[in-house]
């Protein structure tokens, strides 16, 4: 009888262990392709995008295998993280398939095997049978039934199967633990390349001040459409060389862009910059989208004519036809309307003709300008002012050489002008004689303030001795 007892008591024991196991190894499969529930996307001016991703899933207590085919194509894999918001998971085994189908590796598949195919006879097609040989390009070679060989065309093939191990499009696998069935919050994210945003701006100069209107540009190359996603930017170099996955670090409060308008808050992320949309934005596969960022007014701008050469001390006698160029500055700060940190893009301006018609008149690109810094536009080059600058003498004494220079500058405008001439000399030097003051601003930048009136032609010299070591 206790012998039966522990025969009963083992017997019960033996079944809940395999009930346990058999438990343990259950496997639930969960396709993740239906829409997030909610999509977040931040864009790197290196071109990579930050995605996360939120869907809510029924899993079962043990071991679930979730798949997911709706990825971007440029997705690194090796940045592919998948949690549990709701109740965390234990991911076991993630994999990243990518053998996607096409002609020659379904024929690959169907070598030594057999095949349905068509042979055209004018406007006839008869169905035939027989074994794959080999194929190359368009054309396949098939041993028909009869032992006879046939050259045909792959248009005209009809495979049975798709076979193992090739999918239509690029997926994700996991092998999961969960503690319990439930309903579980997943959220997904990687990164992917395709993803790139540029800021541009549009200025009206009057002569004195500035309106400037700025624009993102954003471009989905990334494979795969982003609908109703909360969408960010961070402006800055930031190296992709070493993984990152979310932008949580040393945040600042968000402010509302500047003095301007702005559909965009900003704040400070690390050394970085971060825009983020006020409202959901959906971003097609193959679209670029631009999105207005920011509005200001009333920017009070210096306007100067600039001639900035680098002749070598060596070069004598000869005349040399200089370009006067046209800049625009201006201080990036909220007592001149801005104060705004402005990401690296490209900057059009134009000015109204006297039909009040609006004109390009030059362009140039920025890097990225933190708040209170100078901004200096080059837009182009005067038409109406030019300029000679010889090297009028040039003497060897001692461990110093001496090089003179005249520049004339000529004024066809009908009101007065005044021309910043830029020399940048090399080495150890100093200014030994000028007609006008010059302005040492760094140790290859000297500075002449020159006042040219309208109509007429001004002339500097000055001599510069270069030390020789």
Request: hydrophobic share 35%; proline share 3%; net charge negative.
């Amino acid at each position: 009888m206790k012998k039966n007892k522990k025969i009963l008591v083992f017997g019960i024991i033996a079944v809940l262990l395999v009930a346990g196991a058999i438990a343990l190894v259950a496997n639930s499969y969960v396709r993740m392709d239906s829409k997030p529930e909610s999509t977040e996307i931040t864009v790197y001016n290196s071109g990579v995008g930050l995605v996360k991703e939120q869907r809510t899933e029924s899993l079962v207590s043990g071991i679930n295998t979730l798949t997911y085919s709706n990825i971007a194509s440029g997705i690194d894999a090796s940045s592919v993280r998948l949690i549990g918001v709701t109740k965390p998971i234990k991911v076991l085994e993630q994999n990243y398939i990518y053998n996607t189908v096409s002609m020659d590796k379904l024929l690959d598949r169907f070598i030594g095997k057999n095949i349905t195919a068509f042979l055209i006879y004018g406007s006839n097609k008869e169905t035939v049978q027989g074994t794959l040989l080999s194929h190359s390009g368009n054309s396949i070679i098939m041993k028909m039934k009869d032992g006879s060989i046939q050259t045909l065309s792959t248009e005209n093939v009809v495979l049975p199967s798709l076979p193992d191990g090739l999918v239509a499009k690029p997926s994700l696998e996991w092998q999961v633990n969960s503690d319990s069935s439930q309903d579980n919050k997943l959220e997904l994210t990687y990164l992917t390349s395709g993803l790139t945003w540029d800021a541009d701006y549009a200025a009206e100069f009057d002569g004195s001040s500035l309106s400037l209107s700025s624009m993102v540009t954003m471009t989905n190359n990334a494979g795969t459409d982003f609908d109703n996603a909360k969408l960010s930017l961070v402006a800055g170099q930031v190296n992709t060389g070493e993984r990152f996955y979310a932008p949580n670090i040393m945040m600042k409060t968000a402010d509302s862009i500047g003095s301007g308008s702005s559909q965009f808050a900003q704040e400070s992320i690390s050394d970085y910059h971060l825009y983020s949309l006020d409202r959901p934005a959906t971003l097609k596969n193959g679209q670029q989208k631009q999105i207005g960022l920011f509005d200001a007014s009333g920017i009070k701008v210096k306007q100067e004519y600039v001639l900035e050469s680098s002749a070598p001390t060596y070069y004598f006698g000869q005349k040399s036809m200089q370009r006067i160029a046209i800049e625009l500055g201006f201080t990036n700060s909220k007592s001149n309307s801005l104060g705004i940190p402005m990401p690296a893009g490209k900057v059009r301006v134009y000015k109204q003709d006297s039909t009040g018609s609006r004109q390009l008149i030059g362009e140039d690109s920025i890097g990225n300008i933190a708040e209170d810094e100078n901004v200096s536009l080059k837009i182009g080059y005067a038409f109406d002012i030019d300029a000679n600058k010889q090297q009028t003498s040039f003497s060897q004494l001692g461990n110093y050489n001496d090089a003179s220079y005249s520049v004339v500058l000529r004024n066809h405008k009908d009101s007065d002008v005044t021309v910043k001439v830029v020399e940048t000399p090399y080495g150890d030097w100093q200014l030994t004689e000028s007609s006008l003051p010059g302005v040492k601003e760094s140790q290859n930048r000297l500075v002449f303030e020159v006042p040219v009136k309208a109509n007429s032609e001004a002339t500097l010299t000055y001599t510069i001795r270069q030390i020789v070591k």
